[in-house]
Nanobody, 112 residues
Framework: QVHLVESGGGLVQAGGSLRLSCAVS?????????IGWYRQAPGKERELVAS???????NYADSVKGRFTVSKDNTKSTISLQMNSLKSEDTAVYYC?????WGQGTQVTVSS
């Protein structure tokens, strides 16, 4: 059973930064599955923002390239999403996901 818990969301001014964290249960789960960060804005479909494979390969949506960075801490079994130069368009609920399971989400609101 894979369990994920997001944290770090909040209200940020445009141009600011925020760091999200996702705690993944179990060393085996963390090292076995691809983990993705998704977001869902009001009135929009959920979209993939970034992903990281157990071996370290990363992928980013075009809208966040150069601004967001995904990383993992193998010792703590956590995956982070560093978000810089935030825009109002980044406002959404952010989720981490692995093995078809989802965390509860954390709200990110970017004010103009």
């Amino acid at each position: 059973q894979v369990h994920l818990v997001e944290s770090g969301g909040g209200l940020v001014q445009a141009g600011g930064s925020l760091r999200l964290s996702c705690a993944v249960s179990g060393r085996a789960a963390f090292t076995t599955y691809v983990i993705g960060w998704y977001r869902q804005a009001p009135g929009k479909e959920r979209e993939l923002v970034a992903s990281i494979r157990p071996g370290g390969t990363k992928n980013y949506a075009d809208s966040v390239k150069g601004r967001f960075t995904v990383s993992k801490d193998n010792t703590k079994s956590t995956i982070s999403l560093q978000m810089n130069s935030l825009k109002s368009e980044d406002t959404a609920v952010y989720y981490c996901s692995a093995a078809g399971r989802w965390g509860q989400g954390t709200q990110v609101t970017v004010s103009s």
